[in-house]
């Protein structure tokens, strides 16, 4: 069986390649399950409010790393009822030294057929603790609103 070398950046074919390949199919085999959990490909659009008030309450690291997690669990907020299918994220708040439970909470919207999240609210526990209803009926009506105007289910 001929043997697979490097060769100046490249692989070529040399007389034993048995060994090799046996090892890069176990390889292969442990990071399998590691390959279901990658991101998937989407994209994060935010509203001009999310955009002025995120840098008040996370890094850029910390957006960073609430992005990964979003991309990792899309449908990790819980739906908030009567908005039409928003979702409300609690996030840990580094800066106040705060858990999740006690931390902040991101509202967003996940388009699944386009793997687009819609990034509309951040804010602390403390400063809201739930929505009002007519803030609840706002929400439901932009987002109605928006997906029509997209011709999206």
């Known amino acids: 069986m001929p043997r697979l070398r490097e060769k100046s950046g490249a692989f070529c074919w040399g007389k034993s390649q048995g060994l090799l390949v046996r090892k890069m199919i176990r390889r292969l085999h442990d990071y ?18 999310f955009t002025a008030t995120v840098g008040d309450y996370l890094t850029d690291d910390e957006y960073r790393a609430l992005q990964s997690h979003m991309q990792l669990n899309p449908q990790a907020g819980d739906v908030m009822p009567r908005t039409g299918g928003f979702r409300k994220l609690r996030w840990a708040d580094g800066r106040r030294g705060k858990g999740r439970r006690g931390g902040l909470r991101v509202i967003y919207y996940w388009l699944m057929n386009n793997g687009q999240f819609w990034m509309f609210a951040i804010y602390d526990k403390d400063e809201l603790e739930n929505l009002t209803a007519d803030q609840e009926k706002v929400l439901k009506k932009a987002i109605e609103t928006e997906l029509k105007k997209r011709g999206t289910p």
């Open 32 to 49: 399998k399950q590691i390959a279901y959990s990658l991101p998937m490909r989407t994209v994060f659009f935010e509203t001009t409010s």
